[in-house]
DNA sequence: AAACGTTTGGCAATCGGTTGTCAAGAATTG
DNA sequence: CAATTCTTGACAACCGATTGCCAAACGTTT
């Protein structure tokens, strides 16, 4: 069938290893797996055996008879968005630091993708990163009790998260745009799915309320550059000097359909993002926006998960983790116009 | 143990099925792997208890007996490149319309890192696709002859590809910047373990000696914007009127320092970049770049793997396909420069 | 030297499916 | 109605590991 009959072209098994050693394979594994509780000498034997034949276990197996895969699932909305690369990153990096591998899902904006994919992953996977869910509360929190599930940007009781503090940063945001002379400004919602869109507007209108100047909410738009230029033309119309939008992507857009129409930034119109993605330091003009560490909130997410999958580790178990954001202004805020 | 002594707490097995319907767990499994070798009244039981109990077959267990993973690796030099997130969203979306499953793996720039996760991978996925690999000619034939491997611009006889013709696109780009007045032209080299940049530097060469031009050759750099201000730097030493850089990043970095450094461009200075990445539309100014289609080659890459793991199905079985790339022009190009 | 405790290593069941073999039953045919 | 072919479904081996259980071998203590 093969070439070389006479050569193991198949990879090599703990069969083969205690065949070579003349040991029974149980052996082998307890040797691999359990070094204290196989004697030196048999255990350098087996161990040198392994390394001759190039032995790697067989994941496969391995979960089949131990109930543990070694893999997470990542689930993130759209993997064309590039605030998720970071976390990707983040997560890989990570995950395969601890010896696991990622499965990583685009859900496609889509709670029936997302749920069908925790499902498949409840068996494919021993724990699960979600980013920004779109399920319902209950619904995640039912997942969360058949696989750990740490969820990142999503906040629902009972269920482990990395929330990432961007409410607070909307207030310096609006802070900022206060210091510039703007006293009517409207946020760009995200998608009516995205809590964390609630929670920033909720923070926005609060504050605002508080130091007395004018929120308006325009949307809900999706998170895309596309949708940024109806977002201009909303805020354009609605009459405001500063927008606070629900991530760059619809900053960018915005940013460009506003040049399309001859409306200078920052003179005309203020623009804020949020999440610092790639590409929001050399836009025209470079665009003010809420910066976080997002690859490290996704290492924070797996430790938080391993630390529930692995509890002799010891650890903190942190059931929440609030990851810090702060302004960075570059040229898209500006002094508001006088024009009035 | 479970809240729900009584509750199937569990997913449901073949043997749930089995015993739900009074028949053989081994006839579950034909029924629904091989419906027509079991009768309509019967399979219509099973279907139908499987539907009720929920039944989702163990990917893992199904592996282990069939050999068949129902997963396929894609392996990328570095996931927060913004080339591969559409490559990677074309082999996702037809990956998971074919019903497998995705496993990303980021190689970090490595062939180490690449080559052992190919090892890795050996066992735990039915394919792999290899986006811009890093490994010799010898070592990744090797590896497709353990294991199917679609290679995504790298061409390697006896390796079944995707390649993005960015070459010829180079000659548009050499053609573009002529007509322009360019006589002085550069090209900014990437990694020296990428092979499209080789590729590319020889098409470019070629082209301008034929057209009686100066092409120069900088680099290597690193395929990031960080390494695009080195680039800007040896440009303007090398005293060339335009660039035709290795990729977009390295381009919008040498867009980001020659603006730092107050040399205009175009008016100074034309720059070419390649793939048309997210961001390409919206930097300062718009560049002109070689633009493909990424996520299709993605899409082809999973046909072609495919249709290899599963000959039956018929299909060209192509061993290699080309993806045309043409000349994008935007606001990076300009006349030449007339100081001399 | 006997009794004891502790390692150490092998057997076999198990995970959840797939698949080859084969016999019983149904359908078709002479 | 009997003979034959086909279909159908049950049994059991197997994929490659893990793991509970038990017995053999070892060293220690009295």
Chains 1, 2 share one sequence.
């Not at 929330?163 to 609006?174: N, R, V, Y």
């Not at 590409?279 to 809420?290: E, I, Q, S, V, Y």
């Amino acid at each position: 069938m093969s070439t070389h009959p006479d050569q193991a072209e198949r990879p090599a098994t703990i069969h083969d290893i205690a065949a070579l050693c003349g040991v029974a394979a149980s052996t082998v594994s307890r040797a691999l797996s359990t070094p204290e509780r196989v004697n030196v000498r048999t255990r350098a034997r087996i161990e040198e055996a392994a390394a001759m034949l190039n032995y790697t276990p067989n994941s496969q197996a391995k979960a089949l008879s131990s109930g543990r895969t070694g893999a997470v699932g990542v689930l993130v909305p759209d993997i064309t968005n590039p605030f998720y690369f970071d976390l990707i990153r983040g997560t890989q990096l990570q995950l395969k630091a601890a010896g696991y591998t990622q499965l990583l899902v685009d859900t496609e904006e889509s709670d029936e993708v997302e749920a069908s994919a925790m499902e498949q992953l409840r068996k494919g996977a021993d724990g699960i990163i979600v980013a920004a869910s779109r399920l319902s509360d209950e619904v995640l929190l039912a997942a969360a009790a058949k696989i750990p599930v740490v969820a990142v940007n999503r906040d629902v009781p009972g269920v482990p998260a990395v929330i990432i503090d961007t409410p607070s940063a909307t207030s310096q945001a609006l802070d900022h745009l206060i210091s510039l002379g703007h006293t009517r400004v409207a946020y760009v919602a995200g998608p009516v799915s995205s809590q964390s869109s609630e929670r920033r507007w909720t923070a926005l209108s609060e504050a605002a309320e508080a130091r007395g100047v004018e929120a308006h909410r325009l949307g809900p738009f999706a998170p895309t550059t596309q949708s940024g230029a109806a977002a201009a033309d909303a805020a354009v119309h609605s009459r405001v000097s500063a927008c606070i939008a629900f991530n760059d992507l619809i900053a960018i857009g915005m940013l460009q359909r506003l040049r399309e129409r001859g409306i200078r930034v920052p003179e005309d119109m203020s623009i804020v993002g949020c999440d610092d993605i790639f590409g929001a330091d050399f836009c025209n003009p470079p665009l003010t926006t809420m910066a976080s560490p997002i690859e490290q909130a996704g290492r924070v997410a797996v430790s938080m998960l391993l630390a529930r999958l692995n509890p002799l580790a010891g650890g903190a178990r942190r059931s929440r983790s609030v990851m810090p954001t702060h302004l960075t202004v570059r040229g898209s805020t500006g002094p508001a116009p006088q024009d009035r």
